[in-house]
């Protein structure tokens, strides 16, 4: 069992920052793949961005590719989103998952664990 507390997020005007962290408690947190997502009101969630266990592999979104860095720290048990740059279609609620194969991918259903989420509200 893996629990995921998403923070940091908040309410800004384009081309503001935001860093999101997600904290987990549980499984041995430097052995999962973490993965951020992100869902818009009356939209699908999508993906934004994912790193592997070791963060030897990560992938973004391209329509974040640039804009959004995705870190994890092993010995704190969090996983994080710097965001620059944001603008209105970012807005949505950000959720961070856990994929317990250690291999991150951009697949939803590749992710076992689901944290609540954080809003992110971007103004014009």
């Known amino acids: 069992q893996v629990l995921l507390a998403e923070s940091g997020g908040g309410s800004v005007q384009t081309g503001a920052s935001l860093r999101l962290s997600c904290a987990a408690t549980?499984?041995?947190?430097?052995?999962?793949?973490m993965g951020w997502f992100r869902q818009a009101p009356g939209k699908e969630r999508e993906f934004v961005a994912t790193?592997?266990?070791?963060?030897?592999?990560?992938r973004y979104a391209n329509s974040v590719k640039g804009r959004f860095t995705i870190s994890r720290d092993n010995a704190k048990n969090a996983v994080y989103l710097q965001m620059e740059s944001l603008n209105p279609e970012d807005t949505a609620v950000y959720y961070c998952?856990?994929?317990?194969?250690?291999?991150?991918?951009?697949?939803?259903?590749?992710?076992?664990?689901w944290g609540q989420g954080t809003q992110v509200t971007v103004s014009s």
């Open positions: 790193i592997n266990y070791n963060s030897l592999y990560i």
């Open positions: 998952a856990a994929d317990r194969r250690g291999l991150g991918t951009a697949l939803p259903a590749d992710y076992t664990y």
């Open positions: 549980g499984r041995t947190f430097s052995t999962i793949g």
